[in-house]
């Protein structure tokens, strides 16, 4: 089955100049692709998750045994969840 032809309309000269500019702008956001990150970020990222996890593994079985952390107390937590929350906050950047 034959498409049918579709009527362009007709702009002034300064809608189309804007048209043209908005094309334009369009144009380069779309051919804009970002690149893959590179492999020291992926292990920056993934190193921070698994430090924050060893961190609350070793306050939870040898903590009291170990002067540093048993000073810090309930600060353990703090510690050990935001520094997996910076690894899980960093994926949302990762491509």
């Known amino acids: 089955m034959p498409k049918s032809k579709v ?6 000269s300064s809608a189309s100049a804007s048209a043209q500019a908005n094309e334009a702008a369009a144009a380069a ?12 970020y992926i292990g920056i990222m993934l190193g921070l998750m698994v430090l924050g ?10 903590g009291a045994s170990i002067p540093f952390i048993s000073g ?13 929350i910076a690894g899980l906050l960093m994926t949302m950047r990762w491509r």
């Open 72 to 84: 810090l107390g309930n600060w353990n937590f703090a510690i050990g969840f935001t520094l997996m």
């Open 7 to 12: 009527r362009k309309k007709v702009a002034s």
């Open 29 to 40: 956001a779309r051919a804009h692709v970002a690149a893959p990150s590179s492999p020291l």
């Open 53 to 62: 996890l060893v961190w609350l593994v070793v306050y939870y079985l040898w």
